[in-house]
């Protein structure tokens, strides 16, 4: 079942802060983050595993709720280079079969 | 260092044709997958293969086969296109095992119409 991305899409100015939401029914061994602009592949942000460690640099970050099954993903005074959509993928055993990825979250940032 | 490599880019087919997409990977990764991606649906999992020699379906298998030609290349085969498999593929590879924890990297696409 793919995980749950929250909210669909958002619009904010440049320089405001934005938290994107990845919750799932399942329970999760880890978390993977990506964002995808329009026509590009998606692009590896940050994993995160068991044990409610957060990552991430200093103005994007994550955290992950392995009791809840939730990550979240934070930016922090957003550039305009931040637009695109974001995704969060989910494997619930450390084994080869892949992530499942949520529908995205749109993000738009204007000057 | 190319990562991972899809061909062709773009493709437009009529339904009944078949074709089969190409992908190759240079980071000597033991695993790799084929995703569809729809407008609203995100990345879908078509097939992956944990090895060379083992492949095995994910979420969106039908209409598909795919094979494992050595540990580089995964390729994925319509038989019969249809209208319902317009789509932008993506390849896709990791390292798989218990000693990693590894981000998949993502091929650029393969934009597919099937008219």
């Known amino acids: 079942q793919q995980p749950v991305q929250s909210p669909q899409a958002v619009i904010l100015r440049e320089g405001e802060d934005a938290v994107i939401n990845c919750s799932s029914s399942?329970?999760?061994?880890?978390v993977h983050w990506y964002r995808q602009k329009h026509g590009e592949a998606p692009v590896f942000l940050m994993i995160?595993?068991?044990?409610?460690e957060q990552k991430g640099h200093e103005k994007i970050s994550a955290s992950f709720n392995e009791k809840k099954q939730q990550s979240s993903l934070y930016l922090t005074a957003s550039q305009l280079s931040y637009s695109g959509t974001y995704f969060c993928?989910?494997?619930?055993?450390?084994?080869?079969?892949?992530?499942?990825f949520g529908k995205g979250t749109h993000l738009i940032i204007q000057p | 260092n190319a990562g991972v490599t899809q061909t062709p880019k773009f493709q437009v087919l009529k339904t009944g044709q078949s074709m089969t997409l190409q992908c190759a990977q240079d980071?000597?990764?033991?695993?790799m997958y084929w995703y569809r991606q729809d407008p609203g649906m995100g990345l879908r999992l078509i097939y992956y293969?944990?090895?060379?020699?083992?492949?095995d379906k994910g979420e969106v298998p039908n209409g598909y086969n795919v094979s494992r030609l050595n540990k580089r290349e995964f390729s994925l085969r319509l038989e019969s296109a249809a209208p319902s498999q317009t789509s932008v593929y993506f390849c896709?590879?990791?390292?798989?095992?218990?000693?990693?924890?590894?981000?998949?990297?993502f091929g650029n696409g393969t934009r597919l119409t099937v008219t």
């Open positions: 399942k329970a999760l061994y880890s």
């Open positions: 993928g989910t494997e619930s055993g450390g084994g080869a079969d892949g992530l499942t």
């Open positions: 980071m000597n990764h033991n695993s």
């Open positions: 995160l595993l068991k044990g409610g």
């Open positions: 896709a590879s990791k390292m798989t095992g218990t000693r990693y924890n590894s981000p998949l990297h």
């Open positions: 293969s944990a090895s060379e020699g083992t492949t």
